[in-house]
């Protein structure tokens, strides 16, 4: 007995030690940290590359005054590179890019991801492309062709992620509707047939004779749905951006929907042609400065041929420098006209975004309801809004 006592009392050692250990990182090892926790080898190495971004320092970093935490980075690509290197040594990749953000964000790093052997270093992700994407003006050429590859890297895996359940749920929607009233057996839909047939019921039987049945149909290539994305290219929808040429390029890809693209801030930009490679329409974009939503939908408007086939989906954070009732006026028009009308706050996954809640009122009580979408939503989004049914719209929305 006594020596699984022993064992028992060692095990907690271990844990209680682990514990000391964690609070050891994440306090940073001050005189205050109340820990007594001594670090060796790979932990030491591990701090050391933590304090290097958040440790405290007796200036601060170049460009950063008034703050009063300091990179131990300097101010030199090469350094910088090192410490990307180690962070991907010691954390996984979840990890390191949460660190490169913050990296750029609090000590003002952007400019580094100028030079070639920086981008080497990076863990490429969605935030990083938007970084790239505001500094696309900036870029010397010897960066130009780095940088397209890290945003290719980024656009391939999402599209590896997000094409085949888009193509498959939008296929699906656009079969369901086109519906037609003789179907065959495994293309009937039950639900509408029993609905459309109710007054039929035999109560002696208890069943309904269907005199009229109603199925799905099979959408014929030449039959499309046309789909127009408008996104606001200003500085906070930059994943927005991202994801939504990613998707642009899957939808134009699919023979029954035509899909246009237009990003907008003060000025409208038709990226309809480049949709092959959603690489060129991402640099295609410029993103920064002020947003005319108007504008926009009304370029949009004036792409419209076949209203009652049509879904126009406006991705923005709804901070109108345009007039605001003339925008509001055009997407009650629109509707009107038989074009379904969605409106995305957000497409990405960073949950809750920042917006203009008074206009995203007055949509909603147009029945354009506005909510954040996540990239894994989006295709259940659009289905519904192909088949004119409402939207899947988030209970946090």
Same mark, same amino acid.
């Given at each position: &007995?006594?020596?699984?006592?022993?064992?028992?009392?060692?095990?907690?050692?271990?844990?209680?030690?682990?514990?000391?250990?964690?609070?050891?990182?994440?306090?940073?090892?001050?005189? #205050?940290?109340?820990?007594?926790?001594?670090?060796?080898?790979?932990?030491?190495?591990?701090?050391?590359?933590?304090?290097?971004?958040?440790?405290?320092?007796?200036?601060?970093? #170049?460009?950063?005054?008034?703050?009063?935490?300091?990179?131990?980075?300097?101010?030199?690509?090469?350094?910088?590179?090192?410490?990307?290197?180690?962070?991907?040594?010691?954390?996984?990749?979840?990890?390191?890019?949460?660190?490169?953000?913050?990296?750029?964000?609090?000590?003002?790093?952007?400019?580094?991801?100028?030079?070639?052997? &920086?981008?080497?270093?990076?863990?490429?992700?969605?935030?990083?492309?938007?970084?790239?994407?505001?500094?696309?003006?900036?870029?010397?050429?010897?960066?130009?062709?780095?940088?397209?590859?890290?945003?290719?890297?980024?656009?391939?895996?999402?599209?590896?992620?997000?094409?085949?359940?888009?193509? =498959?749920?939008?296929?699906?929607?656009?079969?369901?509707?086109?519906? !037609?009233?003789?179907?065959?057996?495994?293309?009937?839909?039950?639900?509408?047939?029993?609905?459309?047939?109710?007054?039929?019921?035999?109560?002696?039987?208890?069943?309904?004779?269907?005199?009229?049945?109603?199925?799905?149909? /099979?959408?014929?290539?030449?039959?499309?749905?046309?789909?127009?994305?408008? !996104?606001?290219?200003?500085?906070?929808?930059?994943?927005?951006?991202?994801?939504?040429?990613?998707?642009? =390029?899957?939808?134009?890809? &699919?023979?029954?929907?035509?899909?246009?693209?237009?990003?907008?801030?003060?000025?409208?930009?038709?990226?309809?042609?480049?949709?092959?490679?959603?690489?060129?329409?991402?640099? +295609?974009?410029?993103? +920064?400065?002020?947003?005319?939503?108007? /504008?926009?939908?009304?370029?949009?408007?004036?792409? !419209?041929?076949?209203?009652?086939?049509?879904?126009?989906?406006?991705?923005?954070?709804?901070?109108?420098?345009?007039?605001?009732?003339?925008?509001?006026?055009?997407?009650?028009?629109?509707?009107?006209?038989?074009?379904?009308?969605?409106? *995305?706050?957000? *497409?990405?996954?960073?949950?809750?975004? #920042?917006?203009?809640?008074?206009?995203?009122?007055?949509?909603?009580?147009? +029945? #354009?309801? =506005?909510?954040?979408?996540?990239?894994?939503?989006?295709?259940?989004?659009?289905?519904?809004?192909?088949?004119?049914?409402?939207?899947?719209?988030?209970?946090?929305?």
């Amino acid at each position: &007995m006594a020596s699984v006592r022993e064992g028992d009392e060692g095990a907690a050692v271990d844990v209680v030690q682990e514990r000391l250990r964690r609070w050891r990182l994440v306090l940073g090892g001050d005189a #205050a940290d109340g820990t007594g926790c001594a670090l060796f080898g790979r932990d030491a190495a591990m701090d050391g590359a933590l304090a290097a971004l958040y440790g405290k320092g007796d200036k601060p970093h #170049a460009g950063r005054a008034g703050q009063d935490r300091s990179a131990g980075l300097g101010a030199s690509a090469p350094s910088v590179a090192r410490w990307l290197g180690d962070i991907r040594t010691y954390f996984p990749a979840s990890v390191v890019q949460v660190m490169q953000r913050d990296a750029i964000d609090r000590l003002g790093l952007s400019t580094l991801l100028l030079e070639p052997e &920086m981008l080497e270093a990076v863990e490429a992700d969605v935030h990083l492309v938007g970084t790239l994407l505001s500094l696309n003006k900036a870029m010397p050429e010897t960066t130009k062709e780095t940088a397209r590859a890290v945003v290719r890297k980024v656009v391939e895996d999402l599209e590896k992620r997000l094409a085949t359940r888009t193509r =498959a749920t939008l296929t699906g929607a656009l079969d369901r509707s086109a519906r !037609i009233s003789r179907p065959r057996h495994h293309d009937i839909d039950w639900n509408r047939t029993i609905a459309a047939n109710l007054k039929h019921y035999l109560p002696e039987y208890r069943t309904i004779v269907p005199e009229r049945l109603i199925g799905y149909g /099979r959408a014929a290539q030449s039959v499309k749905k046309e789909v127009v994305l408008c !996104i606001d290219q200003s500085g906070s929808m930059a994943a927005s951006v991202v994801y939504a040429s990613v998707f642009g =390029a899957v939808l134009a890809s &699919m023979r029954s929907i035509s899909t246009r693209l237009v990003v907008f801030d003060t000025a409208v930009v038709d990226l309809t042609d480049q949709l092959d490679d959603p690489v060129d329409v991402l640099f +295609g974009t410029q993103l +920064g400065g002020g947003t005319d939503i108007n /504008r926009a939908l009304a370029y949009c408007q004036s792409q !419209i041929t076949r209203p009652a086939e049509t879904v126009v989906v406006l991705i923005s954070d709804l901070y109108e420098g345009g007039i605001r009732n003339e925008m509001l006026k055009r997407v009650a028009a629109m509707q009107a006209s038989g074009v379904q009308f969605v409106t *995305l706050l957000a *497409l990405s996954d960073e949950g809750a975004p #920042a917006y203009d809640r008074e206009h995203a009122a007055a949509l909603a009580a147009l +029945g #354009a309801p =506005a909510f954040a979408c996540t990239p894994d939503l989006f295709p259940e989004v659009m289905a519904a809004a192909i088949e004119k049914r409402p939207l899947p719209v988030p209970e946090t929305a």
